[in-house]
């Protein structure tokens, strides 16, 4: 992945914007709900790259697509469907 302008990465862990549908997973015996591009990228991010090296390359693209998704919310369908990708491949949902 290319690098990113920090401000951005701010944007987007703070952005507010409703995805298309809220997740519902359950990780380590807890529940949780994503509902916004920040959330679901607050979540992808916090785990590490080792727990992700199996989907690299989902994780990737639904990193971009949450990315471009705090910018132009006409692309949170995008997004959505990358994060669906990359959880239903990792058996979160």
């Known amino acids: 992945m290319s690098p990113v302008d920090p401000a951005l990465l701010k944007d987007v862990f703070t952005s507010e914007t409703p995805l298309r549908t809220t997740f519902r997973i359950r990780v380590n015996g807890q529940s949780v709900s994503i509902g916004t591009v ?3 990228y607050r979540f992808i991010t916090s785990l590490s790259a080792i727990e ?3 989907f690299r390359a989902l994780h990737d693209d639904a990193l971009l697509s949450l990315q ?3 910018d132009n919310a006409m692309l949170t369908v995008q997004a959505t469907n990358a994060l669906r990708t990359l ?3 990792a058996k979160l949902l």
């Open 52 to 54: 992700w090296m199996e």
């Open 68 to 70: 471009r998704a705090a």
């Open 87 to 89: 959880f239903v491949r």
């Open 38 to 40: 920040g959330q679901a």
